[in-house]
């Protein structure tokens, strides 16, 4: 054991430490000021209680900083009084293969290093966010208590040391801290083998199934080529962008239909694969694309609900389904026949832990490509992708025609989300202030066809901690079940991006075109909230 001294540095407090949605995130240029991490990791440790002798996860997405960062975390961990770092070799660990790592290692809580879905490299994104023992992002309080600890810190304490090899899998001490380096994937593929049945995918495969599964150079590179062209046999190619790059090789890592237009022309093309899929920079997104038809996340959490029981890890069938407020309500179709408690949450990850924890939900998702269940205690994008694949080998059928099949049992809920990015925030917080000033006077009027049943802005009371969250969103119901939905991002970096999540239920007509079957409530949400005259568009920026 090498002798290390702990270090005790004065630092003043940064004022824009305060973490987000998943953790603090902000441009890289940012991070790289002195003693930025540092303050940040020294106010979580200082925020939680009882760690001492404690095992610590820490891993990222291997974008640009990531090394650094591990190294840092490391020798405070170490000079704070952990007493061991489990590590991803290389520094890398996907999202939901660190909360897995955390839930099955008993560790304390995980350091994850990621800006899920933006773009890395020098200049762009990186972000710092922890994990509690459930494998989940640390609750409200726990970030509030991080902030506060900024706002007043004046030393960090680090361990002065050599850096530790990250690429040799094994054990190293930093003080009195032992360092694991664990492969990144034996834990999670090991759970992925519990959930679903690999000797029947393998089958599928083997009988020609073709697939493609864009990493997009980003985390789940690892995961994706041992799982899929490892264990199940999937042909050599099937993933491609197989390695994570510290800059997602120039490119933005989120699986929409604008970043991962390579995946969508694929499966619309002629010699399209049986599969398309991707995942984002951190590995918990998912899109799910069949040959000739792209999945709605939405419409992908009801099949996968509705379907699960095929899979050995959900035979014993589900115990709720939980969805946030802007995704579509197919999945609650699915709930009512089968007699399954729904649950509408507000927008993020996190208001499903509770529910999970609780027993009370099985299955979660979220319109904004998130899909996942009570395995971990984040989304989870490639599990998503074993599940679908896990069907298709059991249903023998193709994606069109379980769709088709699912909409012809459950309806058809049309859906569509539109993005107005980067507009003034001004112009943004009016148009939300005008809406909520018309919440009293819209129901009962009537647009064309279409009559307002009810009018609100969405708030939660979660079931489990009675805790409450209002303001969540702007919801127009009308009468026949079709839905208008007005929300602000919470996770943008420049400006305020409006979205407007405008959804119509179906019964009898399946195969409409989306564009043409949402028309009129494309057009009314643009008149009830006045897009043009608050922000000066006339267009979204991004349809998915
Ligand atoms: C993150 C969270 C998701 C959430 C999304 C919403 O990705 O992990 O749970 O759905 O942000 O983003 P938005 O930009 O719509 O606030
Ligand atoms: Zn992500």
Redesign the pocket.
């Known amino acids: 054991m090498t002798a290390a001294t702990i270090t005790t540095v004065a630092t003043t407090p940064f004022a824009d430490q305060k973490p987000g949605?998943?953790g603090l995130r902000k441009k890289v240029p940012h991070f790289r000021q002195p003693h930025y991490v540092e303050n940040f990791v020294q106010s979580i440790f200082d925020a939680l209680d009882g760690f001492a002798g404690a095992d610590l996860v820490i891993g990222g997405d291997g974008r640009f900083f990531n090394r650094e960062t591990i190294q840092t975390a490391m020798k405070m961990a170490a000079a704070n009084g952990f007493g061991r770092a489990i590590v991803g070799r290389g520094g890398i660990l996907s999202t939901p293969a660190a909360s897995n790592l955390i839930r099955v290692r008993g560790a304390f809580g995980g350091i994850i290093l990621s800006a899920?879905h933006n773009p890395g490299g020098p200049d762009g994104d990186f972000g710092i966010k922890y994990n509690a023992s459930n494998g989940g992002p640390a609750p409200e309080k726990t970030t509030d208590a991080i902030f506060a600890r900024t706002k007043s810190i004046s030393d960090y304490r680090i361990l002065d040391a050599p850096d530790v090899d990250l690429d040799a899998v094994g054990e190293t001490r930093l003080g009195d801290m032992v360092v694991e380096v664990v492969d990144p994937v034996a834990e999670y593929q090991a759970l992925m083998e519990k959930l679903f049945d690999f000797p029947r995918i393998r089958v599928l495969f083997a009988g020609g199934f073709r697939m493609t599964f864009d990493a997009m150079s980003a985390v789940t590179g690892p995961y994706a080529t041992a799982i899929l062209e490892g264990a199940l046999g999937a042909a050599p190619g099937t993933v491609i962008n197989g390695t994570p790059l510290p800059d997602f090789g120039g490119h933005h890592p989120d699986p929409n239909l604008v970043h991962a237009k390579f995946i969508y022309d694929l499966a619309m093309g002629p010699d399209a694969p049986d599969l398309c899929a991707a995942s984002d920079g951190d590995g918990d997104r998912n899109l799910i694309i069949g040959r000739g038809i792209f999945v709605t996340p939405s419409d992908s959490l009801a099949a996968l609900a509705a379907n699960a029981h095929l899979a050995p890890g959900y035979a014993a069938g589900l115990k709720g389904i939980a969805r946030?407020m802007p995704t579509s309500a197919a999945a609650d179709r699915v709930a009512e026949a089968k007699g399954l408690k729904a649950y509408e949450t507000p927008?993020?990850?996190k208001f499903f832990g509770n529910l999970l924890d609780a027993g009370l939900a099985t299955i979660c998702g979220?319109e904004?490509a998130?899909t996942g269940s009570d395995h971990v205690r984040e989304k989870d994008g490639l599990w998503a992708v074993l599940l679908w694949l896990d069907i298709l080998s059991a249903r023998k059928q193709s994606v069109l025609d379980i769709m088709r099949d699912h909409w012809r049992t459950y309806g058809r809920n049309y859906y569509a989300r539109h993005d107005y990015e980067e507009v003034a925030a001004e112009g943004a917080n009016a148009l939300m202030a005008g809406l909520r000033g018309q919440l009293s006077t819209l129901p009962g009027r009537s647009f064309g066809a279409l009559t307002v049943k009810s009018a609100d802005d969405f708030s939660y009371h979660d079931p489990v901690d009675g805790s409450d969250s209002a303001h969540q969103g702007v919801r127009v119901l009308f009468e026949d079940g079709s839905r208008i939905v007005y929300r602000l991002?919470?996770?943008?970096t420049a400006g305020a991006?409006l979205?407007v999540y405008i959804e119509r239920y179906e019964g009898d007509r399946l195969d409409l075109e989306t564009g043409e079957a949402l028309k009129d409530l494309i057009a009314l949400s643009r008149e009830l909230a006045g897009i043009e005259r608050h922000t000066g568009r006339t267009e979204p920026s991004v349809i998915t």
């Open positions: 949605t998943s899920s946030s927008t993020g990850w979220e904004s998130g991002s919470g996770t943008g991006t979205r």
